[in-house]
């Protein structure tokens, strides 16, 4: 059996790792190249001249309207008490590891509380989830009804209380290898949930294969095709060839969240973590990239921890 490249890539070592962002000058260093690959700007006025003081830590003060700010002012380490070491360490294990990693596993590799390690990993995953939300799939794209969940006792089946349901699906080429997933909590398997997933979720021109199930005719209010196939149920309804991507995704997924998650509140963050998969597996062709990847997107807004524990749907 030949070796799979993809699986088999050097990534990024723990050596490299540290022999690039061991020390906080050079975590320093990084950020503010993320931020201002082209040279230092004022936040307030966009003035390009400055001089450089420190309270603690480094900060740059415009010489045009007296705006001092410091690397990490409107980002993810906004009013951090961390140093940068401790949160370039998070990035690096929650994209080079080959699943995820807890909260809890993240307590314990970065010494630090676990409500400390909580809130980095899902200042993370939020950064990960705004990447994610901007990616439409085309061409040829598998879909298929999925849920998270679901083991406590009473109604079973679609419409179960305990489940959140989304919508699994992913992109292939025109060799029909996968490209790109996108994993999306919905309200429901309805017609009208659908019609809005499909208007955030895909191209105008992509081709959509799906079952049977009614809601799935949406799609084509975005979609420049729709092809449905009556499966069935049973095995022989997941061995069907046209669906081999979007079931092999949802097994890895079942896989990925069974061996690092004992369990999650997914009614609230079901669409955060289903973006951290669909994040490492969009940028899998390149692990030693995804560190500074995630770094330049960490930059981009500021995540108080009251907007991080506010549920996606709004309770």
């Known amino acids: 059996m030949a070796m799979n490249k993809i ?3 050097a990534g990024l070592s723990l050596h490299e790792f540290l022999h690039q962002y061991g020390t906080e000058a050079q975590c320093e260093a990084a950020l503010f190249a993320a931020r201002w690959p082209h040279g230092w700007r004022c936040l307030r006025c966009d ?24 690397s990490i002012v409107g980002t ?66 598998e879909v298929d009804d999925a849920y998270l969940g679901g083991e406590r006792p009473g109604k079973r089946g679609r419409g179960a209380a305990s489940k959140t349901p989304f919508v699994a ?49 949406a799609v084509t209010h975005t979609a420049a095709q729709h092809e449905r196939h009556i499966v069935g149920s049973g095995k022989s309804a997941v061995q069907r060839a046209e669906f081999r991507w979007v079931n092999t995704l949802l ?10 998650y004992h369990a999650f509140n997914h009614a609230k963050y079901a669409q955060r973590y289903l973006a951290e998969f ?27 921890i009251g907007i991080l524990r506010i549920s996606e749907t709004g309770n």
């Open 7 to 9: 699986q088999f890539q």
């Open 47 to 70: 003035g390009e001249r400055y001089s450089c003081t420190h309270n603690g830590r480094k900060l740059w003060e415009c010489l045009d309207c007296g705006y001092q700010c410091s």
């Open 76 to 141: 993810v380490f906004e009013n951090t008490k961390l140093p940068l070491r401790t949160w370039f360490l998070a990035i690096y294990l929650m994209t080079q590891s080959k699943n995820a990693v807890s909260a809890l596993e993240l307590k314990r590799q970065l010494g630090v509380s676990y409500k400390t390690a909580w809130s980095i990993k899902h200042k993370l995953l939020q950064t990960m989830l705004l990447r994610e939300e901007q990616r439409r799939l085309d061409g040829r794209v």
């Open 169 to 217: 699906a992913i992109q292939t080429n025109s060799e029909g290898k996968p490209l790109y997933i996108r994993l999306t909590p919905v309200a429901g398997f309805t017609y009208e949930a659908l019609k809005q997933w499909s208007a955030e979720c895909l191209s105008s021109t992509a081709r959509v294969v799906s079952d049977g199930l009614g809601c799935f005719g």
């Open 251 to 260: 097994g890895n997924l079942k896989t990925a969240f069974s061996g690092t």
């Open 278 to 304: 669909s994040y490492r597996f969009n940028r899998r062709f390149d692990l030693a990239a995804m560190v500074p990847r995630l770094l330049r997107a960490a930059t981009t807004e500021p995540l108080p």
